[in-house]
C-alpha cells in the first residue's frame, strides 16, 4: 500500500516562498508520476502540478506557472513543490497524489490519481 506524507506547509506573507516535500512509500516509487493539488474551503480539489516517473515531463496549471516548480528525487523517494512569490489566493490545503502511470506523459485529473496524502495548511497573509 502506498503512504505519502507531506510536509512544509505554514504561513508566509504575499510574495514569500515555501517548499512543499512529500514522502512516498510502501511500493517503486519510480513506477509513479506524481502530482500536487489543492483545496481552498468552499472550492473543489484542483490540479496544480505534476511530474512524469522519470521527471522529464513536468506541467502547471495556468494559476501557478512560472511561479512554481515540481521536482523530484526517485532516490529520496520524495516529490518536491517550489512555491515563489506566493499570493493570498494560493492558501488552500495541498495535497500530493500518486498516479500509476510509467509513461512520458502525466495527467491532471482528481480522479486519475490512486493514492493521496492527508494534505499540509498553505496560508498566505496578504
Known amino acids: 500500500q502506498v503512504q505519502l506524507v507531506e510536509s512544509g506547509g505554514g504561513l508566509v506573507q504575499a510574495g514569500g516562498s515555501l517548499r512543499l516535500s512529500c514522502a512516498f512509500s510502501g511500493r517503486t516509487f519510480s513506477g509513479y508520476a506524481m502530482g500536487w493539488f489543492r483545496q481552498a474551503p468552499g472550492k473543489e480539489r484542483e490540479f496544480v502540478a505534476a511530474?512524469?516517473?522519470?521527471?522529464?515531463?513536468?506541467t502547471y496549471a495556468d494559476s501557478v506557472k512560472g511561479r512554481f516548480t515540481i521536482s523530484r528525487d526517485n532516490a529520496k523517494n520524495t516529490v518536491y513543490l517550489q512555491m515563489n512569490s506566493l499570493k493570498p489566493e494560493d492558501t488552500a490545503v495541498y495535497y500530493c497524489?500518486?498516479?500509476?502511470?510509467?509513461?512520458?506523459?502525466?495527467?491532471?485529473?482528481?480522479?486519475?490519481?490512486?493514492?493521496w496524502g492527508q494534505g499540509t495548511q498553505v496560508t498566505v497573509s496578504s
Open positions: 497524489a500518486a498516479d500509476a502511470l510509467r509513461s512520458p506523459r502525466v495527467r491532471v485529473g482528481v480522479n486519475e490519481y490512486d493514492y
Open positions: 511530474i512524469s516517473w522519470s521527471g522529464r515531463t513536468t
